[in-house]
Nanobody, 126 residues
């Protein structure tokens, strides 16, 4: 399974950007998809996650109310809509997926996701 994220770019503070992640290769029954990000000089952190069947969404406190994660079961894609972007949102964003049923608290942890995309850069200028 390969994941590929797209939609990164440069945007001014207060603007919006949408990221998409698509899966290719062998089909897999995904349980949940997540977005993580890594800012320069910082560790990679959780951003948002969504369970595939129920569509339950979870967000980091830093993006709650500004970001929205959704999934399209027909296209096998997950989208992260980012609004009211801030310079501190600048990072490389990674999408990840797991086919294992895990608890909602575990969706925050990178180690729970065996499938990862290569990342896409989001730069928010002030």
């Amino acid at each position: 399974v390969q994941l590929q994220a797209s939609g990164g770019g440069l945007v001014q503070a207060g603007g919006s950007l949408g990221l998409s992640c698509a899966a290719s290769g062998r089909t897999f029954g995904s349980y949940a998809w997540g977005w993580f990000r890594q800012a320069p000089g910082k560790e990679r952190e959780f951003v948002a996650a969504i369970t595939w069947r129920a569509g339950r969404a979870f967000y980091a406190d830093s993006v709650k109310g500004r970001f929205s994660i959704s999934r399209d079961s027909r296209r096998d894609t997950v989208t992260l809509q980012m609004n009211s972007l801030k310079p501190e949102d600048t990072a490389v964003y990674y999408c990840a997926a797991t086919s294992v049923s895990i608890g909602s608290r575990d969706l925050l942890y990178q180690i729970m996701y065996p499938y990862w995309g290569p990342g896409t850069l989001v730069t928010v200028s002030s």
